[in-house]
T-cell receptor
Framework: GQQLNQSPQSMFIQEGEDVSMNCTSS?????WLWYKQDPGEGPVLLIALYKAGELTSNGRLTAQFGITRKDSFLNISASIPSDVGIYFCAGLNYGGSQGNLIFGKGTKLSVKP | KAGVTQTPRYLIKTRGQQVTLSCSPISGHRSVSWYQQTPGQGLQFLFE???????NKGNFPGRFSGRQFSNSRSEMNVSTLELGDSALYLC???????????????FGSGTRLTVV
């Protein structure tokens, strides 16, 4: 079945640093989504990408939909302590037993003040 | 605009019991998907409902079932609970299946189920 490879698995950075994480897949997606999840809460949608090559920003966050439609990256600039959490990528799949959203395993971000 | 509401937030059940979880989607959203999240397996798709019909189903045993009502609210049921069913159960709403635009695939805070 389809799988998303998300990297890195975890990151420990200093406040103010930039962060980059990415997801790759062996198959194409029509939509890429990036979520952030805080402990005990559901994932919160950060950015949605709908077209190959699309580059979208949301404040200090920037994400891109890869041209091959098999990858996406998320950048966070000038990190702050509240950026701590787990970031997930998700590809929107048209059906199949794995369902509509295929998730990466997540990137756990820790920020040192 | 109210978000996705899941109840209850926490549940503790005994092995062999059954449980029902509830999800109210964002107003105007007619599709509800359910996911199970565990540390080992991550987020795994359970099923999706649209217009009171199950549109897609993941690879979970028949003990996991769901339904959707005419007001788009959805419930999922797990019968004969096993220890391995302990997880965070999340639902996500969207306007229609496979539609991520206009706030689609917005998740609720989840129900934390512990089976003892």
């Amino acid at each position: 079945g389809q799988q998303l490879n998300q990297s890195p698995q975890s990151m420990f950075i200093q406040e103010g640093e930039d962060v980059s994480m990415n997801c790759t897949s062996s198959s194409i997606f029509n939509t890429w989504l990036w979520y952030k999840q805080d402990p005990g809460e559901g994932p919160v949608l950060l950015i949605a990408l709908y077209k190959a090559g699309e580059l979208t920003s949301n404040g200090r966050l920037t994400a891109q939909f890869g041209i091959t439609r098999k990858d996406s990256f998320l950048n966070i600039s000038a990190s702050i302590p509240s950026d701590v959490g787990i970031y997930f990528c998700a590809g929107l799949n048209y059906g199949g037993s794995q369902g509509n959203l295929i998730f990466g395993k997540g990137t756990k971000l820790s920020v040192k003040p | 605009k109210a978000g996705v509401t899941q109840t209850p937030r926490y549940l503790i059940k005994t092995r062999g019991q059954q449980v029902t979880l509830s999800c109210s989607p964002i107003s105007g959203h007619r599709s509800v998907s359910w996911y199970q999240q565990t540390p080992g397996q991550g987020l795994q798709f359970l099923f999706e409902y649209f217009s009171e019909t199950q549109r897609n189903k993941g690879n979970f045993p028949g003990r996991f079932s769901g339904r959707q009502f005419s007001n788009s609210r959805s419930e999922m049921n797990v019968s004969t609970l096993e220890l391995g069913d302990s997880a965070l159960y999340l639902c996500a709403s969207s306007q229609a299946p496979r539609t991520a635009s206009l706030g689609g695939y917005t998740f609720g805070s989840g129900t934390r189920l512990t089976v003892v």
